[in-house]
C-alpha cells in the first residue's frame, strides 16, 4: 500500500470508482481508492440499477448522459464487455394535464442539452409497453435511452480502467480516522497502515457520517429503506420479441423494468422507513434489510391494475436495502463545507444511473477547481446548520413519498418546517402571509386575500396572479412592506479589508464610509462565481469601520468558504458571519421616505440621503442600519435591524406607515419588479457556465485595475469573444411564464435557454432572460420559446423596460 499519494478516494460503491476512474481521465493517475470490504458491498451490489436520463434540471440531464455515453462505451469494450441494456426506452407515465405539461418542459429543458425526449398519449404508451391497461392514464414521457445495467460489472470495469492509468485500489481497507494537518493535508488512517495526501473523498454511501464523523462533520443524509421484487417469467414478455421499456409511476409510486423474462418492480410506499438513524452493525456488509411487502401494499394495488399480468405470477426474489436522501433529495457532490482539501460525492439515491456524471463532475473539481457544468444544485453548500440529523430524516421521507412527483414553480412542501424563522414570522403569518423557503428560513411570497387561499400549482400563471399584481400596483403608487431574511452578511473588519476585496472582486469595490456598492466575484476560470453588496459602516458606537459583505441567503457556506480560502496569512482582515443575527425590512415605493422620516430622525432627503447612501440610525427604537439601494426599481430603503429589535422596528414602521397606506409585500412582487428592472439572480442567471461580458455584467469589471481573481483567464476569454449572451425577452403569451431551462428556438434549432422569467406587472410585459447564440443577441432579434409543448414567440428588448433611466429608484 502506498504510504502517499495525491487524492484517496474513501468507498467503493459507484459513486467511489467512478471519482476515480474520471480522477485519471483528467490527468491525476497518483490516486487511490480504499475501501472497507470489498467493491460494491454497500448499496451497490443490489441495485435495480436503471439508467435513465431524465433529469428536473440541465445539470442533471447532462450528468445523465455522460453516464449513458460512458456506460455504452464500458458495454462496449471488446476486451471486457459488461452487461448494460441501453436504449431500451422508458416511460413515466401521467394520469393529470398537469404532469403533462411538466413533462412538455422537462422535454423543451432536455433539448437544450440535445437530448429528446417525447411527450405520448395512453395509446401509445400502451403500444409501446404492451403490458399495461390505459386505464386512468392520459399518457407519459418518453426517454429513449432508458434502460438498466449490471453495477458490480460497472464499478468493476471502472476499477479496472483506473488502475491501468496508474489509480490503485485497496480493498478490505476500513478506513478508521481522517486527521488533518495545519498545511491542510490529510493523512488517512486505516486498518492495514496510514496514507498521507492531499485531498480526501468521501464516497461511503449510508456510512457516510461515520466517516464524516472523522472529519467533524455531518451530513444532511439519511437513509431509507427500499424495496423491489423479482418476479417469475411472464409468457407474455417471453413471447413479446422485445425488452419491455421501462416504467416510473407518480400516479401509485413504482418502478418496473424486465429482468430476464420477469419483472422487476420496486415501489416508493408512503408507509415508508428511516433506516440507520441510531448507527450501523458493522457487520452490516453485502446484505439486505428484512423482506417488508405488507408495507407497500397500497402501492402494489396500483402496479397490479396497471399491468395485470403480475397477477398470474409469482415472486421469487425481494430486495430490501438501505438507500440514501439528502434534504432537498438531491446528492451532495463537491467540497465540504467549512473544510479545505475535502470533497464529497453522497447521498446518492439513483447513484448508478447518475453515479457515472457524477465522478466525472466531481474529478473536474478537484482538479479544475470548477466543473463544465454549474453544480449549484448539488453543491454540498446549498444547505446551511439548519440542515441537521432529524430534518434531513423528515425530507428525505417526504422525497421518498414523492419520488417520481416532480415539484411545480413555486411548490414548498410542507415537511421540516418551520426550520428557521424570525420574530416576525409569527406576526406576519397573522397578517396572513404565506411562505416559501429559502436556505431553509420561512420567507414571505405573498399576503393572502382570504385565509383559505389555495391556488393550484401549475406551471401557468396561477390565482396568485391578481394577488402579485395588487401587491406590485402599492409599491409603485404607495409604500410597502417586506421581510427579507436569512440575507447572508459577513461582516469584514481590518486595516486589509478593501484590499482584500478588491483581490476578490473584478470590478472597483466601494470604499467610502457610509456608501454602499455591487460587484461580482470570479473564479479562476474567468466565470461569474458569486454577487454581492458591499457596504462600508463608518466606525461608530456600534463598531468599528467596517464592511457588510451581502449577498444571497443560499450563498451563506458558498461566499464564506470562497473568501476564507482567499485570505491571506500577511493581512489583517478578520471574517465573521452576521446572517443568523440580523434581517432586512424593505421599505419600498414612492411614499417610503415619507414613512422613514416619521419614524427615523434625521434629514432622509435625496440631497441629504442619496441612492447608495448607508446610514446608522433607529426606527423608533430599534438600532437600524439603513441602505438606500433598491431591488424593485423604485424608491427603496434596506433596514438592516438586529433580530432582538426587530419586532420593535416593524411596530415602528407600521405605526409610521399607517398614515401613508403602508401595506406588506412578499418575495413573488420582489421577483416580477426585479425582471422589470433586469436585474440578475444569482445561481439563475449568474452562474459559473459563463462569464461577466456574456452575463452582460461589462460595467462591473475593471480589467486594469490590478490583479483580481479570474483576470487573467478573463483576458484570454475576451479574445475568445462570447459563446452566447444574457438577453432580456419579451414572451407573447399572458398565459404562462418562461420557466427556467426551457429552449429558445429558431429555424428548428435550440438557440438559447431561458434562465428566469415572470409577468412584470407594472410594464403589462410577459418577461424572460435567457443566454442566446452571439447572433440572436440584438435587440429586436426574434425566436419562439418551447414552453411547455407550445411555441411562442420571444423578442430580444432593451434591458430594463421599467423605468430605463432608473430616475424612480433614485429619486
Ligand atoms: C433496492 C434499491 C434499488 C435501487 N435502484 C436503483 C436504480 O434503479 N437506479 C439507480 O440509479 N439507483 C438505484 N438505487 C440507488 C443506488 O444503488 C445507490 O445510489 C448507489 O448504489 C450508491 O452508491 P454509493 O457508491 O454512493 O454507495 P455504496 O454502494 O453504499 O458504497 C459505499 C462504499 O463505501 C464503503 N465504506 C463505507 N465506510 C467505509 C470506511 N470507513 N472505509 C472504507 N470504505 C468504506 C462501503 O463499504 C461501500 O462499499 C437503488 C438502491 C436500492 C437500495
Same mark, same amino acid.
Given at each position: 500500500?502506498?504510504?502517499?499519494?495525491?487524492?484517496?478516494?474513501?468507498?467503493?460503491?459507484?459513486?467511489?470508482?467512478?471519482?476515480?476512474?474520471?480522477?485519471?481521465?483528467?490527468?491525476? !493517475?497518483? &490516486?487511490?481508492?480504499?475501501?472497507?470490504?470489498?467493491? !460494491?458491498?454497500?448499496?451497490?451490489?443490489?441495485?435495480?440499477?436503471? &439508467?435513465?436520463?431524465?433529469?428536473?434540471?440541465?445539470?442533471?440531464?447532462?450528468?445523465?448522459?455522460?453516464?449513458?455515453?460512458?456506460?455504452?462505451?464500458?458495454?462496449?469494450?471488446?476486451?471486457?464487455?459488461?452487461?448494460?441494456?441501453?436504449?431500451?426506452?422508458?416511460?413515466?407515465?401521467?394520469?393529470? +394535464?398537469?404532469?403533462?405539461?411538466?413533462?412538455?418542459?422537462?422535454?423543451?429543458?432536455?433539448?437544450?442539452? @440535445?437530448?429528446?425526449?417525447?411527450?405520448?398519449?395512453?395509446?401509445?404508451?400502451?403500444?409501446?409497453?404492451?403490458?399495461?391497461? *390505459?386505464?386512468?392514464?392520459?399518457?407519459?414521457?418518453?426517454?429513449?435511452?432508458?434502460?438498466?445495467?449490471?453495477?458490480?460489472?460497472?464499478?468493476?470495469?471502472?476499477?479496472?480502467?483506473?488502475?491501468?492509468?496508474?489509480?490503485?485500489?485497496?480493498?478490505?481497507?476500513?478506513?478508521?480516522?481522517?486527521?488533518?494537518?495545519? @498545511?491542510?493535508?490529510?493523512?488517512?488512517?486505516?486498518?492495514?497502515?496510514?496514507?498521507?495526501?492531499?485531498?480526501?473523498?468521501?464516497?461511503?454511501?449510508?456510512?457516510?457520517?461515520?466517516?464524516?464523523?472523522?472529519?467533524?462533520?455531518?451530513?444532511?443524509?439519511? #437513509?431509507?429503506?427500499?424495496?423491489? %421484487?423479482?418476479?417469475?417469467?411472464?409468457?407474455?414478455?417471453?413471447?413479446?420479441?422485445?425488452?419491455?421499456?421501462?416504467?416510473?409511476?407518480?400516479?401509485?409510486?413504482?418502478?418496473?423494468?424486465?429482468?430476464?423474462?420477469?419483472?422487476?418492480?420496486?415501489?416508493?410506499? +408512503?408507509?415508508?422507513?428511516?433506516?440507520?438513524?441510531?448507527?450501523?452493525?458493522?457487520?452490516?456488509?453485502?446484505?439486505?434489510?428484512?423482506?417488508?411487502?405488507?408495507?407497500?401494499?397500497?402501492?402494489?394495488?396500483?402496479?397490479?391494475?396497471?399491468?395485470?399480468?403480475?397477477?398470474?405470477?409469482?415472486?421469487?426474489?425481494?430486495?430490501?436495502?438501505?438507500?440514501?436522501? !439528502?434534504?432537498?433529495?438531491?446528492?451532495?457532490?463537491?467540497?465540504?463545507?467549512?473544510?479545505? =482539501?475535502? %470533497?464529497?460525492?453522497?447521498?446518492?439515491?439513483?447513484?448508478?444511473? /447518475?453515479?457515472?456524471?457524477?465522478?466525472?463532475?466531481?474529478?473536474?473539481?478537484?482538479?479544475?477547481?470548477?466543473?463544465?457544468?454549474?453544480?449549484?444544485?448539488?453543491?454540498?453548500?446549498?444547505?446551511?446548520?439548519?440542515?441537521? !440529523?432529524?430534518?434531513?430524516?423528515?425530507?428525505?421521507?417526504?422525497?421518498?413519498?414523492?419520488?417520481?412527483?416532480?415539484?411545480?414553480?413555486?411548490?414548498?412542501?410542507?415537511?421540516?418546517?418551520?426550520?428557521?424563522?424570525?420574530?416576525?414570522?409569527?406576526?406576519?403569518?397573522?397578517?396572513?402571509?404565506?411562505?416559501?423557503?429559502?436556505?431553509?428560513?420561512?420567507?414571505?411570497?405573498?399576503?393572502?386575500?382570504?385565509?383559505?387561499?389555495?391556488?393550484?400549482?401549475?406551471?401557468? %400563471?396561477?390565482?396568485?396572479?391578481?394577488?402579485?399584481?395588487?401587491?406590485?400596483?402599492?409599491?409603485?403608487?404607495?409604500?410597502?412592506?417586506?421581510?427579507?431574511?436569512?440575507?447572508?452578511?459577513?461582516?469584514?473588519?481590518?486595516?486589509?479589508?478593501?484590499?482584500?476585496?478588491?483581490?476578490?472582486?473584478?470590478?472597483?469595490?466601494?470604499?467610502?464610509?457610509?456608501?454602499?456598492?455591487?460587484?461580482?466575484?470570479?473564479?479562476?476560470?474567468?466565470?461569474?462565481?458569486? /454577487?454581492?453588496?458591499?457596504?462600508?459602516?463608518?466606525?461608530?458606537?456600534?463598531?468599528?469601520?467596517?464592511?457588510?459583505?451581502?449577498?444571497?441567503?443560499?450563498?451563506?457556506?458558498?461566499?464564506?468558504?470562497?473568501? *476564507?480560502?482567499?485570505?491571506?496569512?500577511?493581512?489583517?482582515? +478578520?471574517?465573521?458571519?452576521?446572517? =443568523?443575527?440580523?434581517?432586512?425590512?424593505?421599505?419600498?415605493?414612492?411614499?417610503?421616505?415619507?414613512?422613514? #422620516?416619521?419614524?427615523?430622525?434625521?434629514?432622509?432627503?435625496?440631497?441629504? %440621503?442619496?441612492?447608495? #447612501?448607508?446610514?446608522?440610525?433607529?426606527?423608533?427604537?430599534?438600532?437600524?442600519?439603513?441602505?438606500?439601494?433598491?431591488?424593485?426599481?423604485?424608491?427603496?430603503?434596506?433596514?438592516?435591524?438586529? =433580530?432582538?429589535?426587530?419586532?420593535?422596528?416593524?411596530?415602528?414602521?407600521?405605526?409610521?406607515?399607517?398614515?401613508?397606506?403602508?401595506?406588506?409585500?412578499?418575495?413573488?412582487?420582489?421577483?416580477?419588479?426585479?425582471?422589470?428592472?433586469?436585474?440578475?439572480?444569482?445561481?439563475?442567471?449568474?452562474?459559473?457556465?459563463?462569464?461577466?461580458?456574456?452575463?452582460?455584467?461589462?460595467?462591473? &469589471?475593471?480589467?486594469?485595475?490590478?490583479?483580481?481573481?479570474?483576470?487573467?483567464?478573463?483576458?484570454?476569454?475576451?479574445?475568445?469573444?462570447?459563446?452566447?449572451?444574457?438577453?432580456?425577452?419579451?414572451? +407573447?403569451?399572458?398565459?404562462?411564464?418562461?420557466?427556467?431551462?426551457?429552449?429558445?428556438?429558431?429555424?428548428?434549432?435550440?438557440?438559447?435557454?431561458?434562465?428566469?422569467?415572470?409577468?412584470?406587472?407594472?410594464?403589462?410585459?410577459?418577461?424572460?432572460?435567457?443566454?442566446?447564440?452571439?447572433?440572436?443577441?440584438?435587440?429586436?432579434?426574434?425566436?419562439?420559446?418551447?414552453?411547455?409543448?407550445?411555441?411562442?414567440?420571444?423578442?430580444?428588448?432593451?434591458?430594463?423596460?421599467?423605468?430605463?433611466?432608473?430616475?424612480?429608484?433614485?429619486?
Amino acid at each position: 500500500m502506498k504510504s502517499r499519494t495525491r487524492v484517496v478516494v474513501i468507498g467503493g460503491g459507484i459513486a467511489g470508482c467512478s471519482t476515480l476512474y474520471h480522477l485519471t481521465q483528467e490527468g491525476w !493517475t497518483d &490516486v487511490v481508492l480504499v475501501e472497507r470490504d470489498e467493491l !460494491t458491498s454497500g448499496t451497490t451490489w443490489h441495485s435495480a440499477a436503471q &439508467v435513465t436520463n431524465f433529469g428536473m434540471n440541465q445539470t442533471m440531464v447532462g450528468l445523465k448522459t455522460h453516464s449513458i455515453r460512458l456506460y455504452k462505451e464500458l458495454a462496449e469494450d471488446p476486451d471486457y464487455p459488461i452487461n448494460y441494456h441501453h436504449g431500451d426506452g422508458g416511460i413515466r407515465l401521467a394520469n393529470t +394535464q398537469a404532469q403533462m405539461q411538466g413533462y412538455h418542459h422537462f422535454t423543451s429543458m432536455a433539448r437544450g442539452m @440535445d437530448v429528446h425526449f417525447e411527450v405520448i398519449d395512453a395509446q401509445e404508451c400502451a403500444r409501446r409497453h404492451p403490458l399495461i391497461s *390505459t386505464e386512468n392514464l392520459i399518457g407519459g414521457l418518453w426517454d429513449p435511452l432508458d434502460g438498466d445495467i449490471d453495477p458490480a460489472q460497472l464499478c468493476q470495469a471502472l476499477a479496472r480502467r483506473a488502475r491501468k492509468a496508474g489509480a490503485e485500489v485497496y480493498r478490505h481497507t476500513p478506513v478508521t480516522n481522517l486527521t488533518q494537518h495545519s @498545511d491542510d493535508t490529510w493523512t488517512v488512517h486505516t486498518e492495514r497502515g496510514d496514507i498521507d495526501c492531499d485531498i480526501v473523498v468521501n464516497a461511503c454511501g449510508y456510512r457516510v457520517n461515520e466517516v464524516g464523523a472523522m472529519m467533524g462533520v455531518h451530513h444532511p443524509v439519511a #437513509s431509507m429503506e427500499h424495496q423491489y %421484487f423479482l418476479t417469475e417469467e411472464i409468457p407474455a414478455i417471453r413471447d413479446a420479441g422485445h425488452r419491455m421499456p421501462l416504467l416510473r409511476c407518480p400516479i401509485s409510486d413504482y418502478y418496473c423494468r424486465q429482468e430476464k423474462n420477469g419483472l422487476l418492480l420496486g415501489f416508493y410506499e +408512503q408507509d415508508c422507513k428511516t433506516w440507520g438513524m441510531d448507527g450501523i452493525d458493522p457487520n452490516f456488509v453485502n446484505a439486505l434489510c428484512p423482506d417488508d411487502l405488507d408495507r407497500v401494499t397500497d402501492v402494489l394495488e396500483g402496479a397490479f391494475a396497471r399491468m395485470p399480468a403480475l397477477l398470474d405470477v409469482g415472486v421469487h426474489t425481494v430486495v430490501n436495502g438501505p438507500i440514501t436522501y !439528502t434534504i432537498d433529495g438531491a446528492p451532495l457532490v463537491g467540497p465540504i463545507p467549512g473544510k479545505r =482539501n475535502a %470533497f464529497c460525492i453522497i447521498g446518492l439515491r439513483a447513484g448508478l444511473g /447518475e453515479g457515472g456524471g457524477h465522478g466525472w463532475l466531481l474529478a473536474q473539481q478537484i482538479v479544475h477547481g470548477e466543473a463544465c457544468y454549474d453544480t449549484w444544485c448539488l453543491d454540498p453548500r446549498r444547505f446551511a446548520g439548519h440542515a441537521n !440529523t432529524e430534518l434531513t430524516a423528515l425530507k428525505a421521507i417526504e422525497d421518498y413519498q414523492n419520488e417520481f412527483r416532480f415539484h411545480f414553480p413555486h411548490e414548498h412542501r410542507p415537511a421540516g418546517r418551520p426550520a428557521k424563522t424570525t420574530p416576525l414570522t409569527p406576526v406576519l403569518a397573522a397578517e396572513g402571509a404565506e411562505f416559501t423557503v429559502v436556505n431553509g428560513w420561512e420567507r414571505v411570497e405573498y399576503i393572502k386575500p382570504t385565509p383559505d387561499f389555495s391556488p393550484t400549482l401549475s406551471f401557468d %400563471f396561477d390565482g396568485t396572479f391578481d394577488v402579485i399584481a395588487a401587491e406590485v400596483a402599492n409599491v409603485q403608487t404607495g409604500v410597502g412592506l417586506a421581510e427579507v431574511n436569512g440575507f447572508n452578511r459577513i461582516e469584514i473588519t481590518g486595516a486589509d479589508r478593501h484590499a482584500f476585496l478588491d483581490r476578490m472582486f473584478c470590478g472597483t469595490v466601494a470604499r467610502r464610509d457610509g456608501r454602499v456598492g455591487l460587484g461580482y466575484l470570479l473564479n479562476h476560470h474567468g466565470m461569474v462565481k458569486a /454577487e454581492a453588496t458591499v457596504a462600508n459602516l463608518p466606525a461608530s458606537d456600534r463598531g468599528p469601520a467596517r464592511i457588510w459583505y451581502g449577498s444571497a441567503a443560499a450563498s451563506e457556506l458558498h461566499d464564506m468558504d470562497w473568501l *476564507t480560502q482567499h485570505l491571506q496569512a500577511d493581512e489583517d482582515v +478578520q471574517l465573521r458571519s452576521l446572517t =443568523n443575527n440580523q434581517t432586512i425590512l424593505i421599505l419600498a415605493g414612492p411614499r417610503a421616505r415619507d414613512v422613514l #422620516s416619521d419614524c427615523a430622525r434625521g434629514d432622509w432627503s435625496a440631497a441629504a %440621503f442619496p441612492w447608495l #447612501s448607508l446610514r446608522e440610525c433607529f426606527v423608533g427604537i430599534a438600532p437600524a442600519t439603513v441602505m438606500g439601494v433598491s431591488f424593485s426599481g423604485e424608491l427603496a430603503y434596506e433596514i438592516h435591524v438586529p =433580530n432582538a429589535s426587530l419586532y420593535a422596528a416593524y411596530l415602528a414602521l407600521r405605526q409610521a406607515g399607517a398614515a401613508h397606506g403602508l401595506k406588506l409585500f412578499g418575495a413573488r412582487a420582489v421577483e416580477s419588479m426585479r425582471m422589470e428592472k433586469s436585474f440578475l439572480h444569482w445561481k439563475a442567471d449568474l452562474i459559473t457556465e459563463f462569464d461577466p461580458f456574456e452575463t452582460g455584467l461589462d460595467r462591473f &469589471v475593471t480589467l486594469d485595475k490590478g490583479d483580481f481573481i479570474g483576470r487573467d483567464a478573463l483576458r484570454k476569454r475576451l479574445t475568445d469573444g462570447p459563446r452566447k449572451k444574457l438577453v432580456v425577452l419579451q414572451v +407573447q403569451s399572458a398565459q404562462r411564464p418562461a420557466h427556467p431551462g426551457a429552449s429558445l428556438m429558431r429555424g428548428g434549432q435550440v438557440v438559447g435557454t431561458i434562465t428566469s422569467g415572470d409577468w412584470g406587472h407594472r410594464t403589462g410585459l410577459n418577461l424572460a432572460h435567457g443566454f442566446v447564440v452571439p447572433d440572436l443577441a440584438h435587440i429586436a432579434a426574434e425566436m419562439e420559446l418551447d414552453s411547455c409543448g407550445q411555441c411562442l414567440r420571444a423578442t430580444v428588448i432593451p434591458p430594463s423596460p421599467y423605468d430605463p433611466e432608473f430616475a424612480r429608484m433614485k429619486a
